[in-house]
C-alpha cells in the first residue's frame, strides 16, 4: 500500500499552466501505475492520465491529449502531471492514485486531492 500526498493546484487564467506533484510513501510504489484523475462539482470523477511502472507507457483521456504530460521518478517516488493550455472545463479536484495493475487502473490508493481553478 502507499500513501499519496498531492500538491500543486491553484488558480490560473486559461491558456496557463499548472504542475502537479504527488508523492508517496510506502516500499512498493516503483511496482505500481500511477495516475491522474479529477473531478469537477456535480460530475463524476474521471479518469485524466496514467503511467506504467517504469514509465514506459503512458495513456491519456482524450480532453487532455497532448495538453497534459504525466511523469514519474521512482527514486523520488513522485509522480507529476503538467498540463498546459488549461480551459475553465478543466477546473476541478485533481486526485493521484496508483494501481496493481496497467492499462486496467484499479485505484488501490488514492490522494486527497488538490484544487485546481481555470479562470475565464
Known amino acids: 500500500q502507499v500513501q499519496l500526498v498531492e500538491s500543486g493546484g491553484g488558480l490560473v487564467q486559461t491558456g496557463g499552466s499548472l504542475r502537479l506533484s504527488c508523492a508517496a510513501s510506502g516500499r512498493t510504489f516503483s511496482s505500481k501505475a500511477m495516475g491522474w484523475f479529477r473531478q469537477a462539482p456535480g460530475k463524476e470523477r474521471e479518469f485524466v492520465a496514467a503511467?506504467?511502472?517504469?514509465?514506459?507507457?503512458?495513456r491519456y483521456a482524450d480532453s487532455v491529449k497532448g495538453l497534459f504530460i504525466i511523469s514519474r521518478d521512482n527514486a523520488k517516488k513522485t509522480v507529476s502531471l503538467q498540463m498546459n493550455s488549461l480551459k475553465p472545463e478543466d477546473t476541478a479536484v485533481y486526485y493521484c492514485?496508483?494501481?496493481?495493475?496497467?492499462?486496467?487502473?484499479?485505484?488501490?490508493?488514492w490522494g486527497q486531492g488538490t484544487q485546481v481553478t481555470v479562470s475565464s
Open positions: 492514485a496508483s494501481s496493481a495493475s496497467y492499462p486496467t487502473f484499479t485505484g488501490d490508493s
Open positions: 503511467i506504467s511502472w517504469n514509465g514506459g507507457s503512458t
